[in-house]
């Protein structure tokens, strides 16, 4: 079964850092392009950011800038997202996606996300 | 960034009726080189992450029901689902893969 099962998130105060991380299964993890992609609550999708097969290419939405690095470890069949500077605005969850084949932003399997909450 | 529109924010159905989500993007998504519109729907029930149904505009993925149809090109889309059952009752979102991804602010669809 093609499976992405997220963790790390939870409760963190405004400028402080998190590390989430995405446990991939029952497919290739190499040959396709990863995403993280949040909704804040009540709120719609945000694409966050992705990363390419081998990691040589990372792009982000201008908020994640200079906050936020993707990375992967094939090996592990896993993906990342550190998050540091965190706002309150960064409040959401975050979902591990993976690109369809062949493509890097069309996503078409998600994770069930986990819960990133910045607060004092 | 591409602008991605939809109307209604909600609407209700009666069950077996028909619903119709539009979608509108600030610039065109058709891709001339292939004449491709990347453009696709995700239907996202309550808890539950985002789910694919439609890609390239109209292309159903496997398993979905086709009650649901999506058409358009360019800039104007529409997501139909033809006999609305009681499962289909979620948020819909059009998103653009054109460029750096971005999806519509949703649409709620209940049963009336």
């Known amino acids: 079964e093609v499976q992405l099962v997220e963790s790390g998130g939870g409760l963190v105060q405004p400028g402080g850092s998190l590390r989430l991380s995405c446990a991939a299964s029952g497919f290739t993890f190499n040959t396709y392009w990863m995403s993280w992609v949040r909704q804040a609550p009540g709120k719609g999708l945000e694409w966050v950011a992705n990363?390419?097969?081998?990691?040589?290419?990372?792009n982000y939405v201008d908020s994640a800038k200079g906050r936020f690095t993707i990375s992967r470890d094939n090996a592990k069949n896993s993906l990342f997202l550190q998050m540091n500077s965190l706002r309150s605005e960064d409040t959401a969850v975050y979902y591990c996606?993976?690109?369809?084949?062949?493509?890097?932003?069309?996503?078409?399997?998600w994770g069930q996300g986990t819960m990133v909450t910045v607060s004092s | 960034d591409i602008v991605m529109t939809q109307s209604p924010d909600s609407l209700a159905v009666s069950l077996g009726e028909r619903a119709t989500i539009n979608c509108r993007s600030s610039?065109?998504?058709?891709?001339?080189?292939?004449?491709?519109?990347?453009l696709s729907w995700y239907q996202q029930k309550p808890g539950q992450p985002p789910k694919l149904l439609i890609s390239w505009a109209s292309t159903r993925e496997s398993g979905v029901p086709d009650r649901f149809s999506g058409s358009g090109s360019g800039t104007d889309f529409t997501l139909t689902i033809s006999s609305l059952q009681a499962e289909d009752v979620a948020v819909y979102y059009c998103?653009?893969?054109?460029?750096?991804?971005?999806f519509g602010q949703g649409t709620k669809v209940e049963i009336k």
């Open positions: 610039q065109s998504v058709l891709y001339s080189s292939n004449n491709k519109n990347y």
């Open positions: 990363i390419k097969l081998d990691g040589s290419e990372k």
């Open positions: 996606a993976r690109g369809a084949q062949g493509l890097t932003r069309l996503f078409d399997i």
């Open positions: 998103h653009q893969y054109y460029t750096w991804p971005t």
